[in-house]
C-alpha cells in the first residue's frame, strides 16, 4: 500500500480528497500547516475542527507551527501574487515533512476548492516534488465539491466562509457602504 501525504487547509476540504484517497488504496497521514490563516481564533477553529473531523475517521494528522508573520513577511512583498507565495510555502513545508516522515508521495485538500487557483497549486506542487525527489500527485478533486460540502453539514462540521488570510477575508466581507446595525 502507497503511503501519501495529505497536506490539509480545513476539515470540510479534506473530506472528499480523504475518502478517493483510500479507495485507491493509499494510506494517509495529514499535515496541517496554514500560517495564512488570520486571525488567530479561526486558525484555532480549523485546527480544532480537523482534529474533531480525524478522530471521527482514525486519520493521523501532524501539525505545523503557526507562524502567521511568516506569511505576511512573504506575502507583503507582492500582494497581486499572494497565494503564489502562500501555496508554495505551504507545499514546501508539506514536502519537508513527508521526507521527515518517509513518504516519496504527497498532495493538498486545496486541490479540492473551487474557489483556489487549481492550475497554480498544480505548478507549484510538481516544481517543489522535482527539486526535492517526492512525487506530487495531482488529482482533481472538485469533483466530489458537492459531496464533501453535504458530508461536512451532515456531521456538523465548522466550515468557515473565507479562504483564510485577512485579505481573502476582505475580498468576502468588507463593503464601502456602511452598515446600518
Known sequence: MERVLLHICCAPCTIYPLDTLKKMGFKIEGFFYNPNIHPSKEYMLRRDTLIK???MDNLEVYFGDY???LFFSI???NLEDRCRYCYQIRLEASVKKAKERGYKVFTTTLLYSKRQK???IKEIGESIA???DVEFFYYDFREGWKKGIEKSKEICLYRQNYCGCIFSEKERFYSDEPQLL
Do not use: C, F, I
Open 53 to 55: 473531523y480525524a478522530k
Open 67 to 69: 507562524k502567521p508573520e
Open 75 to 77: 506575502v507583503t512583498k
Open 118 to 120: 487549481h492550475d497554480l
Open 130 to 132: 522535482k527539486k526535492e
